[in-house]
């Protein structure tokens, strides 16, 4: 599930949670479509990622925050 495009401008960082999880599911990873950004960091709880992402170049970047979200079963 991927969040609304985020522009990030020339040599700014940018630091937010991605969309949590719906109720019944838990996250299960993380993953963020940008180009020429650097991943600072990510920090992925139950539902949400933490994330601080970086842009080097000398022109706006776009990218969309996401993480992956998985049913929980329970066994027999």
Not at 18 to 26: F, I, L
Request: glycine letters at 10%; charged letters at 10%.
């Amino acid at each position: 599930m991927f969040g609304p495009q985020i522009q990030v401008p020339p040599g700014w960082y940018y630091t937010a949670y991605s969309p949590s999880c719906p109720s019944g599911y838990v996250a299960s990873g993380s993953s963020f479509e940008g180009l020429d950004l650097e991943l600072v960091y990510s920090f992925l709880d139950r539902d949400h990622w933490d994330y601080e992402v970086y842009n080097p170049t000398s022109h706006v970047a776009y990218f969309s925050p996401g993480v992956v979200c998985i049913t929980v079963t329970t066994g027999p």
